[in-house]
């Protein structure tokens, strides 16, 4: 019956109409999410922030919303040209007609003039999701089956594409090659793989992305505890080098108005450039249910079931093998759960609402599947008090503004702990939340100029946990921001690009750190003050230069200057304390 049940959902999933490939694409290092932000300030469009990663369909909806109304911006300045020639001024002296069409030219034309670069920034792009972008089209020429080193006036050339009406199917390899100097000492990185993506009757759609990793040098990050960058999980350490590899990719089922699937995807989730409250990129990417819903445009729904690394060993499934009597380890299992809610009452405003739970000790309990319930009432109903009490719940807001003047808007607010009633007594303490509130403006001031100021304050205990498998992390590495509890950063950062490919960054930020004492404070009246305990200061300064020659070709030059001081001698690298200087030249392909 049950079967049944099941093959019935999928053939009527099967026939509804779809928008094409379910297949996500990477944020990073993909500029199309930086220019699909610039349009959105500019007007054009209203692109998503709260979940960035959108599908390689999306991403041509997006694109194809932006040329259609650049080309009725260029058409209506044609009739504007093309009346003025004819009437001359006679047009001027009819007020009121004169008075409509200027109205609408002005809407028109002060947010659909695209630059000489915004439009060859768009070319480029659309060479990239060229399929995406027409399928649908009746003059559409899908079919191309040339295979290897592939290209075509309208595609990007690709290592190896196919496509026919059916079936997609790309494949490119992937490197990386970084040299520099950190702190005197000279650092190298070097990375390589492979990525690949398909669909299938554009519905289906899979990807895979692998990389190895090594990095050698005196000054290698083996913690990477204090940056954004990604935690990794080692494979190897020693004499000044480690390797580590990384490994994403999803299966994924898409039409006009759900994409589901199982994914293992580095998805960031609330509104923030430098990290993210909810759901960041620093730690290792995690295997889970996907699920997100839009039956309307100003309505979206989200859901997440991931499994986790504890880190926390399991003694009693634990044994010893007959090499040498080495133990054979195994982790206390842990997840992640994740859903929100996302309306749009205005376009160029989002409101997103949604709770997170990490619990774990116990099989994945079917409760936590359905995405519709309220996860701190099913949380109630399945603990019984005491050593078993409660597991990690938190709940979320966020919010995104574009305004017509051509900046956005937005904060995130993550609440581990919140009473109203003690907050409105002044007892602020125990209560244990983070929030970000930001700012970007693009065209202010220089043409072409994007400046985003940001500014991030975590109170202590947010993300921590008496049991140590319920704690915010994976592999012990935050899922949320990379700062963590009892901590504060402001970062500003100016975005330049000369001509299509070549971007300037310029950025700075400064966070403070406190320190952490026994958990059991935690729970203790009346809780610690902000940035209580040994402090730690940190002021960093970068430059970075960047070409991208060829689609996924990209070369970077960078430079930073760091200072920092820690009152705990046990926290901080010997190397990283007081003022350093890095830089460095990278190479990459597909990365």
Do not use: C
């Amino acid at each position: 019956m049950k079967s049944k049940v099941v093959l019935t959902l999928i053939l009527i999933l099967i026939q509804i109409p779809s928008l094409g490939q379910a297949v996500f694409e990477p944020v990073k290092p993909h500029g199309v999410y930086e220019y699909l932000e610039r349009m959105s300030l500019k007007g054009v469009i209203i692109s998503n922030e709260f979940q960035k990663q959108l599908t390689r369909k999306e991403i041509g909806e997006y694109l194809k919303g932006i040329e259609g109304l650049m080309n009725e911006g260029l058409k209506n300045e044609g009739l504007k040209n093309e009346r003025q020639g004819a009437e001359g001024s006679w047009q001027r002296a009819v007020s009121s007609q004169q008075s409509a069409v200027s109205s609408r030219q002005s809407a028109v034309g002060s947010q659909l003039s695209l630059t000489t670069l915004e439009k060859e920034e768009l070319e480029w792009y659309k060479k990239e999701y060229y399929d995406e972008m027409n399928r649908g089209n009746e003059n559409y020429v899908s079919d191309l089956q040339d295979g290897v080193l592939n290209r075509s006036n309208e595609r990007r050339m690709r290592p190896f594409y196919y496509h026919d009406s059916l079936f997609t199917f790309s494949f490119s390899p992937s490197f990386l090659i970084t040299m520099g100097s950190i702190a005197k000492e000279s650092y190298y990185k070097r990375a390589w793989g492979f990525k690949m993506y398909g669909e299938i009757d554009q519905h289906f759609g899979f990807s895979l992305r692998f990389e190895e990793n090594l990095e050698e040098g005196k000054t290698v990050d083996i913690t990477k505890q204090f940056t954004p960058e990604t935690g990794s999980v080692l494979s190897q350490n020693k004499n000044n080098s480690i390797e580590f590899s990384e490994t994403t990719g999803s299966i994924l089922y898409g039409n006009s108005w759900i994409t589901t699937g199982l994914t293992k995807e580095f998805f960031t989730l609330g509104s923030g450039y430098r990290s993210q409250l909810v759901l960041s990129t620093k730690a290792p990417s995690f295997p889970s249910i996907y699920f997100r819903l839009t039956p309307a445009k100003w309505f979206t729904y989200y859901f997440m079931h991931g499994w986790l690394l504890s880190r926390v060993t399991d003694s009693l499934a634990t044994y010893r093998t007959e090499l040498n009597g080495n133990p054979r380890t195994f982790e206390r299992e842990k997840y992640f759960v994740m859903h929100a809610l996302q309306i749009k009452p205005i376009e160029n405003l989002s409101v997103t609402v949604g709770e997170t739970i990490i619990y774990s000790d116990k099989s994945p309990y079917m409760g936590y599947f359905i995405p519709f319930l309220f996860y701190r009432s099913v949380d109630h109903a399945i603990t019984f008090g005491g050593a078993e009490s409660g597991n990690n719940g938190s709940i979320f807001m966020d919010w995104n503004y574009y305004h017509p003047l051509g900046f956005k808007l937005y904060g995130s607010a993550f609440l581990d702990e919140f009473s109203l009633t003690r907050f409105l007594k002044g007892e602020s303490d125990r209560n244990q939340f983070g929030y970000t509130v930001g700012t970007a403006v693009y065209d202010f001031g220089v043409h072409g100029l994007m400046t985003r100021l940001e500014y991030t304050r975590i109170l202590p205990w947010v993300y921590s946990n008496w049991i140590p498998t319920q704690t915010y992390t994976n592999a012990n590495y935050l899922l949320g921001h990379f700062i963590g509890q009892n901590a504060d950063q402001i970062f500003l950062q100016f975005d330049y690009r000369f001509i299509r490919g070549l971007e300037t960054k310029v950025w700075g930020e400064y966070i403070r750190r406190g320190g952490m004492s026994a958990i059991a404070n935690q729970y203790e009246d009346p809780g610690e003050a902000f940035l209580y305990g040994l402090r730690r200061n940190e002021t960093n300064i970068g430059f970075e230069v960047s070409y991208e020659y060829l689609h996924d070709l990209l070369g970077k030059v960078y430079y930073q200057y760091s200072n920092v001081t820690d009152e705990d001698k046990t926290r901080t690298p010997s190397w990283e304390i007081g003022a350093n200087h890095s830089f460095g030249v990278s190479l990459l392909y597909g990365l």
